[in-house]
């Protein structure tokens, strides 16, 4: 069954220092990897998607993410963090159910940017 | 601008009232869902509908129905509220053009509180 893992539930980090937040995923074949983010009192926003073309996916924000399948893992990156990246991310796997998607969300990273 | 819009924001119900959750969508989008978010355990998809009329059980669908008499329209519906589903419930919706791996556009979210 296709499954995602977040390794960390909380993350801290200063601003202007590096942000990393890890994904492992476990699937019987090739998937689609999302990474979506939930600001305080807002929906979800999608930040970037991998479907099996370049192994570096850019999003937006500064964000970035590295499909690697010999570790299967998909974390996710910045170089800087900022104030304003202080939410929660979903790492989420998608399925295709009789052809229909399906997401399956990861528990969540919390992440802490402190001045 | 995509808008997914959630019938209310917090709601507060007793224990065996029956309760409904609308959403609506103006993007025209052929896929809708209702997800379930709980502190520790990420999202996880209660049920989501293809078409109109259409509808199929995802994860946890016990104690719960929907109807998508309408495409931009899609309702949660507990027919008997428990405690245990005090919850924050997400609406979705997504596109089935250019295959099934379309970002899901999410509402603000409304939290539900059965006492």
């Known amino acids: 069954a296709q499954s995602v893992t977040q390794l960390d539930s909380h993350v801290s980090v200063s601003e202007g220092t590096p942000v990393l937040l890890r994904c492992n995923y476990s699937?019987?074949?090739?998937?689609?990897l999302f990474w979506y983010v939930q600001h305080p009192n807002k929906g979800l926003q999608l930040l970037l998607k991998?479907?099996?073309?370049?192994?570096l996916v850019k999003g937006i924000n500064g964000f970035e993410a590295e499909f690697k399948k010999s570790e299967t893992s998909f974390h996710l990156t910045k170089p800087s963090a900022h104030m304003s990246d202080a939410a929660e991310y979903f790492c989420?796997?998608?399925?295709?159910?009789?052809?229909?998607?399906?997401?399956?969300f990861g528990t969540g990273t919390r992440l802490l940017v402190s001045p | 601008d995509v808008k997914v819009t959630q019938s209310s924001r917090y709601l507060v119900k007793r224990t065996g009232e029956k309760v409904f959750l609308e959403c609506v969508q103006d993007m025209d989008h052929e896929n809708m869902f209702w997800y379930r978010q709980d502190p520790g355990l990420g999202l996880r998809l209660i049920y989501f509908?293809?078409?109109?009329?259409?509808?199929e059980k995802g994860d946890i669908p016990e104690g719960y129905s929907v109807s998508r008499e309408k495409k931009e329209r899609f309702s949660l519906i507990l027919e008997s509220a428990s405690t245990n589903q005090t919850s924050m419930y997400l609406c979705?919706?997504?596109?089935?053009?250019?295959?099934?791996?379309?970002?899901?556009?999410f509402g603000p979210g409304t939290r539900l509180t059965v006492l």
């Open positions: 509908s293809y078409d109109v009329k259409m509808k």
């Open positions: 989420v796997v998608a399925l295709l159910n009789t052809g229909f998607q399906k997401l399956v």
């Open positions: 699937s019987s074949y090739s998937p689609s």
């Open positions: 991998y479907t099996s073309a370049a192994t």
């Open positions: 979705a919706s997504s596109s089935s053009d250019g295959g099934p791996f379309n970002e899901q556009f």
